[in-house]
């Protein structure tokens, strides 16, 4: 992590004097005590979970999502009817998806299908109920 320069350190310092009372603590162990809170939580496994939000924030993906949800399974010459996308930016798509464990694909003959998973169940019931 970066260090404050002098200026924010010294902005901070008056922060910390002023409005937490904290006479007694420095801006570098304030700001020490702030990161030690940061790392106290399992950062490595938080990022990985927030991927699925990044695999949603495109409305088409959770278009996608939707319709696995209210079927078995779809090919995806289906989804391209459906959403009138390239199918080069379907696949795009269904690969973030699929990266994000909210999806999962299998192949019966020459077409491939694909599934929501658990996951992708409960993203969506949670993005409903914001």
């Given at each position: 992590m970066t260090i404050p320069n002098k200026k924010d350190l010294e902005r901070?310092?008056?922060y910390i004097r002023d409005f937490k009372n904290l006479h007694a603590i420095s801006?570098?162990?304030y700001i020490s005590n702030l990161r030690n809170i940061i790392e106290s939580y399992p950062?490595?496994?938080v990022k990985k979970q927030l991927e699925v939000f990044k695999a949603v924030e495109k409305f088409n993906r959770f278009k996608i999502l939707i319709l696995l949800n209210e079927k078995d399974k779809m090919c995806t010459c289906e989804i391209i009817g459906i959403l009138n996308l390239s199918q080069s930016n379907v696949s795009h798509h269904l690969q973030i998806l699929e990266r994000a464990e909210l999806i999962t694909?299998?192949?019966q003959g020459k077409w491939k299908f694909y599934k929501i998973t658990e996951k992708g169940k409960k993203i969506i019931q949670f993005?409903?109920?914001l």
């Open positions: 901070l310092e008056r801006a570098s162990n950062l490595k496994q694909n299998f192949t993005i409903l109920d």
